[in-house]
């Protein structure tokens, strides 16, 4: 199987602190993962495209001096998000290609971050 | 700009019966899709594909069916089981953008 994890599943977090998420693809090599974030009811959107080595690609409308994001290593990703305010309270949720041939994604259980 | 849509936010249907989740497409150069389906609070779980060389695919209950020249694909479940109760979102690979899904209800 393809297994992602990610850590914290929950946090809460007092405005103007900044919170790190990681996404570790726990049995495979990832070149690349992806960020999305979860509003309430609706649907993933996708924050950006994490590639190992490089930068990481912002879809429009998300700040990248706010939403961090490093890819260090084939098996680790994290999302920072810098500053924190209320409505960056969400359910963030990672995913990684395993790249063998499939098209499929992993994704990771989830963060719910609460900004107080 | 969205290029995979699905325009029906939600479905109810009874246990033992079908459900058809549809999904469209804009972008002809799209040539492999993928269903994933949802709980709360949870990451999306990979559910069944399908390449543009085929015009169907079928795992257990779930069958994909892809019509090309109208853009539009569509999603089988049958028998429906109350445990299938989720939001189901359709992709393309070529598109990390997912669509804004459909949430399954099913009816015991």
């Known amino acids: 199987g393809a297994v992602v994890s990610q850590h914290p599943s929950r946090v809460i977090c007092k405005s103007g602190t900044s919170v790190k998420i990681e996404c570790r693809s726990l049995?495979?090599?990832?070149?690349?993962m992806f960020w999305y974030r979860q509003f309430p009811k609706k649907s993933l959107m996708l924050m950006a495209t994490?590639?190992?080595?490089?930068?990481?690609?912002?879809e429009q409308g998300v700040e990248k001096d706010k939403f961090l994001i490093n890819h260090a290593s084939l098996t680790l990703s994290t999302l920072t998000v810098t500053s924190a305010h209320p409505e960056d309270s969400s359910f963030y949720i990672c995913?990684?290609?395993?790249?063998?041939?499939?098209?499929?994604?992993?994704f990771g259980p989830g963060t719910r971050l609460t900004v107080t | 700009d969205q290029q995979v849509k699905q325009n029906s936010p939600s479905l109810s249907v009874q246990e033992g019966r079908i459900s058809i989740l549809n999904c469209d497409y804009t972008?002809?150069?799209?040539?492999?899709f993928l269903w994933y389906k949802k709980y709360p609070a949870e990451g999306p779980t990979f559910l069944i594909s399908?390449?543009?060389?085929?015009d169907k695919n079928e795992d257990g209950r779930f069958t994909v069916f892809l019509n090309k020249s109208a853009k539009h694909l569509s999603l089988h479940i049958v028998p429906s089981q109350p445990g299938d109760s989720a939001v189901y979102f359709c992709?393309?690979?070529?598109?990390?953008?997912f669509g804004a899904g459909t949430r399954l209800t099913v009816k015991p």
């Open positions: 972008n002809s150069m799209f040539d492999y």
């Open positions: 994490s590639n190992e080595g490089s930068k990481a690609t912002y």
């Open positions: 399908i390449s543009s060389i085929k």
């Open positions: 995913s990684a290609y395993k790249g063998t041939g499939s098209y499929e994604q992993y």
């Open positions: 992709a393309a690979r070529n598109d990390m953008r």
């Open positions: 049995d495979f090599q990832a070149t690349t």
